[in-house]
């Protein structure tokens, strides 16, 4: 079964998208703040980060920059309310596999989660 954490400062997000998650398969956990993440990551396997760029604090492009610098092999899906074309190039530049903006279509997040998994086999 694939491991998905979600990163987002919104609980209320995490929590609908971790039920939606779990109930077709995947193991699913969810974090609020980038310390928290790599807490997380440091103890536990996982195949993909949901990453929301916005938050209060260490954003997603410092997230993406960690996850470069210490090495990592997970793949990163971005999933943010301010999805703009900039911050899209931004993002897969600094090693995010695939870029979504919220509010996400759940069909649209599965075909993603899916394709992005596939492109290690």
Do not use: H, W
């Amino acid at each position: 079964m694939e491991s998905i954490l979600i990163l987002d400062d919104d609980e209320k997000l995490c929590e609908v998208l971790q039920e939606e998650l779990q109930e077709i398969g995947y193991d699913t956990s969810y974090v609020t703040n980038a310390d928290a993440a790599f807490e997380y990551i440091e103890k536990n396997q996982i195949d993909i980060l949901l990453l929301d760029l916005k938050m209060p604090g260490k954003d997603g492009f410092y997230v993406l920059k960690e996850i470069s610098r210490r090495g990592y092999q997970f793949k990163v899906i971005v999933l943010t309310a301010y999805a703009d074309v900039r911050s899209a190039i931004e993002a897969t530049r600094m090693g995010a596999s695939d870029f979504l903006s919220k509010p996400y279509d759940f069909d649209e997040l599965l075909i993603t989660i899916r394709k992005v998994l596939q492109k290690d086999l």
